[in-house]
């Protein structure tokens, strides 16, 4: 059974910063694409953050870039996601995503994703 798994939520003060976590199971990543997006309460499911296989290749949110960072272990199956000088709008769920493909999409598109997390809450407050 395939599984991504997510880790590192919490609750953060504002300027701080939280590292997130997602773990692969039961297939190995290495040759796909991954990435983050997060949802806040009634709005749409927004793209955070991909990386390519390799992970010579990132792209970021608009809302995101310069603070945040994506990053993976292959060896581990894992893809992390720092996220410094946290703000309370960033304040959402954050899953984590596997592309069949193994180059990233620049746009952040959610169309190739065939695999998501359950999610994990990142609560930052003012």
């Known amino acids: 059974q395939v599984q991504l798994v997510e880790s590192g939520g919490g609750l953060v003060q504002a300027g701080g910063s939280l590292r997130l976590s997602c773990a692969a199971s039961?297939?190995?990543?290495?040759?796909?694409?991954m990435g983050w997006f997060r949802q806040a309460p009634g709005k749409e499911r927004e793209f955070v953050a991909t990386?390519?296989?390799?992970?010579?290749?990132?792209y970021y949110g608009n809302s995101v870039k310069g603070r945040f960072t994506i990053s993976r272990d292959n060896a581990k199956n894992t893809v992390d996601l720092q996220m410094n000088s946290l703000k309370p709008e960033d304040t959402a769920v954050y899953y984590c995503?596997?592309?069949?493909?193994?180059?990233?999409?620049?746009?952040?598109?959610?169309?190739?994703?065939?695999?998501w997390g359950q999610g994990t809450q990142v609560t930052v407050s003012s």
């Open positions: 995503a596997a592309y069949s493909t193994n180059l990233a999409p620049v746009s952040g598109t959610k169309s190739g994703i065939n695999y």
């Open positions: 039961g297939r190995t990543f290495s040759n796909n694409a």
């Open positions: 990386i390519s296989w390799s992970g010579s290749r990132t």
